[in-house]
Structures are given as C-alpha cells and as structure tokens.
C-alpha cells in the first residue's frame, strides 16, 4: 500500500461515524477499493529496477546504461569516457531521413573489442610467463560488411590482427583488404586448386596465407600446386578433436563432425607431405569446436586434447609455430554468467588464461617450443557494436472489458462462466482456471454443433478472458505459480506490431531460436506496465518474437510500456552485430534496414558511414522483376481501364504517381 494517501478516506470515515464503527469501516473498505481499480497506485518505478528487468548490466557492461532521463546510454569507449543518448542519437538520425528499422554500429565499440581480447590474451602471456606470442583473426564470415571489415582491420594493426577466410568469396576480401605486415591470413573451408593457387601467390605480395587442410584430396592440390609455382606454402591442418563441444554448434567437433580431419587423416597427411619432401611447411594445428560454447570446461578439454595433439605434431618433424583454436568464444546474451546455451559461464580473461596455462604446459612437459596463439573469435568481436531500433506500429490485446451482467435467461454454459469468474479468489484460482478453460472449449464445441450463436460465443469468451484476467493477477502476486498457470501469461499478452522482419534482422531467433537482449530505449524511468510479445511485418507465423532473456531460463512476455497516441515508442535489439546480417533474408521481401556508422568524438559522435537499406525496385530485382516494366504494365491497364472509363485522368495518376513513388522506397513501414 506504499505511498497511497489515506487521509481522505478516513476524513470521509470520521464524517460519517454517527452511522456506527460497522458503517465506517465498511466505507473504508469499499473506497480503498474503488481508488485501487480507478487509480492505480502512485508510480514509485526506478532506473534501477529497469535496470534489473531488462538486465542489462548483465549483458551490456561496459557498453550500455540507462541515464537518469531514462533511456539507454552508449559508452562505446567502455569504462575509458565518453557516452551518448541513443535515445537522443535515434531522433538525430530520423531527422536526417533515416527511418526505422534502423541498424546503428558504433565502430568505438569495435575497437574496444579487439583492444580487450588483445589485452587479455596480454595479461595471460605475462601471467604464466609464456614464451610466445598472440595474432588473433576475425573470421569474415561472422560479419562481411565492407566498412565493418576495413574498420576491424584498422583497430587490429597494432596487435597485427588478421582475418579468416572459410571461402572462396571470403578469400577475396581477405586478400584484398587485409595490408597489415606481420599479420595472419588463416584459409579455410573447402578448396579447389584456384583457391590455393591464390592463396600461394599472395606470399609473393607479402601476405602470410596459412592453408589449412581440411580434406586429404587438398594435399594433392597444395604438392602440385607447390611444384607449379615454386612456392613453398605455409600450411595447417584442421583437427576433429574428439572432445565433444555442447549446445547449439556442439556437433562442430566429435568424430563425424563435417570439417576437419580424424587422427588416422593426420597422419595421412604428415607422410603424404613427408613424401613429398614438405612436412617442413606444416605449420600450424587448427580446431574448431562450435560457435557460443558457453561452458568453459568444453573449452579446456578441446585445448588439452590439441596441445597434445600438437606436441606430437612437432615431434613427427612438422616445422609447428602456430595452434589456433577457432572460435566459440561466447557472449552472454542474457548476462546470468552461467552456461545457459544463450549465456557463458567465463569471462575473456579465463579463456585466454586457460589457453595459454595448458599449451604451455604441454608444450614443456615434452620440451617442445611453445606456438603462437591464434583465436579466431567472430561472435565476441562483432556482436556489441551493433544495435537494430525499430519502433511499434500497433498493439493488440485481449478483451478483458467485463461484459454485461449476465441475466437468468442466459445459456447455462455462460452463466457457467460467469460464476466461475466471480467465484475467483487466492484459494481456488488454479481451479478456477481450469474451469473456465473447460467451459470455454464446451461453448466452442457448442457453436461448432450449432447449438450456441455467434454472439453467445462471443460472450462466453470474453468471460473466459476476463476470468483469465483475474487469476492471472492473483498469480502474479504469488511467490511462486503452479505449472499448470505457466501459459497464461502467454495467453493474456498483447502482441505488439513492430516494425521489422525477423527473418532480415534477427534470423537466429527464428530459426535457432537465439535470445538477444530487447528492450525500450526511453521512457525506462516509468513501469512497463504490458506483458508482451512480438509480431514482425512479415505474413508468416514464425514471424514473431516470443522468447526473452531472463536470469533463470527464458521467458515467454517481455514488460512494455502502453503506447501512447502519436507517440512512437523504440525498441532495441542489441548484440546482434554477429551472424545475423548476412544470415538475413528477404522473407515477404522486406529488404536491408538502413545502417549508419557512429564514431566518438570529444565534441560527441561523428556519423561515419550511412548505408541505406534496400528500395522496393532493389529487392524487386533480386527477384528478376524490372520496375520500368512493372510501371508500364500499370500504365498499360490505367490507360484500358480510362478507355472502358473503368477510372477518371485523376484516379489513375495518383495510382502511377503512388506505385512509382513505392519503388523508390524503403520496404518497411514509415509513418
Ligand atoms: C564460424 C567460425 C569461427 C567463428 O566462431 P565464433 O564462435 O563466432 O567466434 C571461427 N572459426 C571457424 C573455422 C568457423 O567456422
């Protein structure tokens, strides 16, 4: 009852005491009641329960914030100053005529990822004394998005941080922007002889392409290859390590994982190229386990299952330097710190202590020289820095308006239902639940038969919702909620229409059913008071997002603030700057959103880049269609239908000016 002010009442009660204590307390009563539906309880909503709602310490440390106005704050330089209102950067940017969904990257927060895992790996190295070193990749795949690339290879020259290539078009953006002396160029996937013929000559520019053999068939290509050009390669081998990795991506190692060779394979390969006189260019021992490993006991197995790998490796006579361990380091998309598949139970410093602890322990156990270190962390590098805004366009909740008092003469079922509802109270509630779940689906059977009427039906189920209403509130007060009630915040919760394909920007929460973070990016100094889900432009029914992050597992409504008329109200999708770019599709034709670069600077930010999204005549295109001839064919019938004068001269000008107008537009809704 905090905060609710009384005094009225009991002023109100003391006026009327000559009706007896019966009489006042009654009143008493009766009023409190009526201010409680009426009036809701004064806000004492705070940033700090915001904070711990949407968790966002958990997840956005050093990153993101709620500011005493209440929307989201970006330090893109992490704890090193400097931040800025998003809230405040998305209207900016909308009066530039950038319209939503909008996909913001700070290139700050870039930088501050390969400066991290660079210091990281730093600190481990002079922790346990190790006497190698750390050159660190980005695997293209994670995000090819030119400026991002250029960008990552700016930031990663003073560590002589390289890229990965797992294909041939990746190749050629590797080999084409990566300029930084010293650093690697790691080649993997499947090969033919082009590929490792470019590859090979790249040397002669100065590169250090590491071939990775994944398949016995390359070592045949890589011989001839080398015979042809007279180049000695740099070589790796890729291992299936039989230590399993778990979750989503845990079938990436064991023995029947797709890439990589077996033991047996390896040692094919060894005297294949001892054969061929060049075991001397076999370099480098790579493995990868899986993208998101969120354990970091997985982690420690694969690494001491391949330094004991590698060991031999050097013992059998390869000439080895380098042991990269792949990907896999995690991100923690709920910030719970356990290994929760959308979480991880580590830190960056962890990982690379335990890296660097176990080779170098193998490594002297057997007096072999320790390797440089190579990590080719995707997911960790490129997830912060961007953020996708998009904006609700509608809600839609269940009725829940008490319906009319219901008469004798009524159908037994909904008098059923009306007792039910007002027989709800904190002791039967899970009953009463169970009920009303019953005598809903007799009237939907009853309607189906034909003997209830379509208004009766409709009646019955707002019963059924206002009851659901009820035992839902009684729920929530309790500590803790029968399993059977689970699904009634499902049940009761709006959906809320945004502005946005799931398909095109989040396509892991479709289809692996990913968590990323969502939450308001304003209006966090008052109490998201709706219990919500979210539904995406597209036609299809997977188009929706209904799963959220939470500390303990999922859960299945995220907390919204009403919207209010003519105001829009953002929404954020953060950490999603890995995977979900390229992995986007055009599902109902719903283009690229539009992306802007944002860099800090002391005055405040600087907008880098802004690449527009796709227009209808673009996706059109992907699709074949011409717009000219998609115009001409609407001008051709106009001008039929104005001869048969099926349309007025004004009718069908708006209509062409309208359908080429669209061409030429965004393929999300603008308002
Ligand atoms: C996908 C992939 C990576 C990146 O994995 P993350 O988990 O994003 O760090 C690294 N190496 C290889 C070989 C990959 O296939």
């Not at 005297?271 to 970091?296: P, T, V």
């Amino acid at each position: 009852m905090g905060g609710v002010d009384l005094s009225q009442f009991l002023a109100e009660g003391e006026n009327s005491s000559a009706d007896g204590d019966n009489g006042v307390v009654g009143k008493l009563e009766m009023n409190s009641m009526r201010v409680n539906r009426a009036n809701p309880l004064p806000e004492n909503w705070t940033i700090e329960k915001s904070e711990n709602l949407y968790r966002i310490q958990g997840w956005g440390e050093p990153y993101f914030s709620i500011n005493a106005a209440g929307h989201v704050t970006v330090s893109p330089k992490g704890d090193r100053g400097g931040s800025l209102d998003l809230y405040e950067l998305v209207n900016a940017l909308r009066q530039r005529n950038l319209s939503l969904p909008l996909l913001i990257r700070f290139s700050d927060i870039l930088e501050h990822r390969i400066e991290r895992l660079n210091a990281c790996f730093a600190k481990a190295i002079a922790r346990y004394n190790y006497p190698g070193g750390y050159r660190g990749v980005f695997p293209v795949k994670c995000n090819q998005q030119r400026h991002l690339v250029e960008d990552l290879v700016r930031f990663g020259k003073p560590y002589q941080f390289g890229l990965e290539a797992g294909s041939k078009p990746e190749l050629m953006i590797a080999l084409a922007m990566l300029d930084t002396p010293g650093s690697l160029l790691i080649c993997n996937g499947y090969k033919d002889r082009e590929y490792i013929e470019t590859a090979m000559l790249a040397q002669r520019l100065g590169q250090t392409p590491m071939i990775v053999l994944e398949q016995i068939e390359e070592v045949q290509l890589v011989v001839e290859a080398s015979r042809a050009l007279g180049i000695e390669p740099f070589l790796g081998v890729r291992a299936k390590l039989s230590s399993k990795g778990t979750g989503r991506w845990g079938d990436s190692s064991g023995d029947r994982a797709k890439f990589g060779l077996t033991i047996p394979e390896i040692i094919q390969v060894v005297d294949q190229l001892r054969d061929a006189n060049m075991l001397g260019c076999l370099q480098l021992l790579h493995y990868h386990i899986g993208s998101q490993i969120s354990s970091i006991s997985v982690i420690k197995d694969a690494i001491l299952e391949a330094s004991k790998i590698y060991v031999e490796l050097a013992q059998l006579g390869a000439s080895m330097k380098y042991l990269d361990v792949g990907g896999g380091l995690g991100v923690d998309y709920d910030g719970s710190q356990t290994n929760f598949h959308a979480s991880k139970n580590y830190n960056l410093q962890n990982y690379a202590n335990d890296i660097v602890a176990e080779v170098k322990e193998a490594c002297q156990e057997r007096h072999v020289p320790v390797p440089v270190l190579i990590s080719e962390s995707g997911r960790a590098i490129a997830s912060h820095q961007s953020v996708l805004i998009f904006d609700v366009l509608s809600t839609s909740d269940v009725p829940t308006d008490l319906p009319a008092p219901i008469e004798e003469e009524e159908h037994q079922i909904i008098r059923n239902l009306w007792e039910t509802y007002k027989s709800i109270s904190v002791e039967n509630y899970q009953e009463a639940f169970h009920d009303a779940t019953q005598f809903k689906e007799e009237a939907l059977s009853r309607f189906n038969f034909g003997y209830l009427t379509i208004t009766q039906r409709a009646r019955a189920e707002q019963l059924y919702w206002v009851c659901c209403k009820k035992i839902l509130e009684i729920a929530r007060q309790q500590d803790y909620v029968p399993d059977d009630l689970e699904d009634l915040e499902k049940i009761m919760a709006s959906i809320y229409y945004v502005n946005l394909s799931v398909f095109q920007s989040a396509p892991d929460s479709w289809a692996i059913d990913q968590l990323f973070p969502i939450m308001p990016i304003h209006q966090l100094d008052r109490e998201p008071t709706e219990r919500c889900i979210l539904a995406d432009l597209t036609c299809d029914s997977d188009g929706k997002i209904d799963q959220f992050i939470d500390l303990r597992d999922v859960k299945p409504v995220l907390e919204l603030h009403p919207l209010k008329p003519g105001e829009p109200y953002y929404l954020g999708l953060f950490l999603a700057g890995a995977y979900q770019e390229i992995l986007g599709n055009l599902h109902n034709l719903f283009g690229d959103t539009n992306a802007v670069h944002i860099h800090l600077t002391p005055k405040g930010y600087q907008i880098e880049h802004v690449v527009k999204g796709d227009t209808m005549t673009e996706v059109l295109s992907y699709v074949q269609y011409d717009a000219e001839d998609l115009v001409e064919s609407i001008r051709r019938r106009a001008e039929l239908a104005l001869v048969e004068k099926r349309i007025t001269i004004q009718e069908s000008q708006r209509l062409l000016q309208n359908y080429e107008r669209s061409l030429s537009r965004y393929t999300y809704l603008s308002w």
